[in-house]
């Protein structure tokens, strides 16, 4: 079954402790990219990448880094969460012909 | 800057209506518009995936629409069920590196 997969779907946290949020999609995509997802806020595209070794920042980089050394996997990192990152993060692989999303990483930084 | 608009923001209606979601977008450079349903707490499911070129595309009772030139899509839901409560969030894909724009979304509510 195509799809993305991301673990873990819920993650408590403190203040300060990296984290690292998994991405994985069969696929065989080369555009991956994360969202995160806040009341009143909507969707916002955080990094992107176009391939293995290339990414870059969306809208809402602060905060966040992304690795892509594989061409189905893509981290979500946090080296230092703040409470403000507390949020609801999606994956999504895809581009032109339509994105598929993961089913969310509900993330608190307390 | 790509900005998406839906409206209405929220629609409560009863069991068996036919009903009608608008999507407006600023930019009419764009390479597709997806729809995608999401239940609470969820993640996005796609229901359909319309490429420029085209003017609509169907599923089942869904059906959606594209005017390009005019910078807006519908979406048609067609006999309503109970089971179609979900906030719609309709996403244009942009020509710039394919980025997905969202709107807010209209939560639909469909009761018995």
């Not at chain 1, 779907?9 to 402790?17: A, F, P, Q, S």
């Not at chain 1, 969306?58 to 409470?83: A, C, H, Q, T």
């Not at chain 2, 069991?15 to 518009?33: P, R």
């Not at chain 2, 910078?71 to 048609?76: D, H």
Request: aromatic residues 10%; hydrophobic residues 30%; contains cysteine.
């Amino acid at each position: 079954e195509a799809q993305v997969t991301q673990n873990p779907r819920y993650l408590i946290t403190v203040t300060g402790k990296k984290l690292t949020v998994t991405c994985s999609q069969n696929m065989n995509h080369e555009y991956m990219s994360w969202y995160r997802q806040d009341p009143g806020l909507g969707l916002r595209q955080i990094y992107y990448s176009m391939n293995v070794e290339v990414t870059d920042k969306g809208d809402v980089p602060e905060g966040y880094k992304v690795s892509r050394k594989e061409k189905r996997n893509f981290p979500l990192i946090l080296e230092s969460p703040s409470p403000n990152q507390t949020s609801l993060y999606f994956c999504a692989s895809g581009k032109n012909y339509g994105y598929t999303f993961g089913s969310g990483t509900r993330l608190t930084v307390v | 800057k790509q900005e998406v608009t839906q409206i209405p923001a929220a629609l409560s209606v009863p069991e068996g209506e036919n009903l009608v979601l608008n999507c407006s977008f600023t930019d009419s450079a764009i390479y597709n518009l997806q729809w995608f349903r999401q239940d609470p707490g969820k993640g996005l499911t796609s229901l359909l995936l319309i490429q420029s070129s085209q003017r609509e595309q169907t599923s089942g009772r869904l059906n959606a629409s594209l005017d390009k030139s005019s910078g807006r899509s519908t979406l048609y839901i067609a006999a309503s069920q109970p089971g179609d409560s979900a906030t719609y969030l309709c996403a244009v894909i942009g020509t710039s590196y394919g980025k997905l724009t969202f709107g807010q979304g209209t939560i639909l509510t469909v009761h018995p």
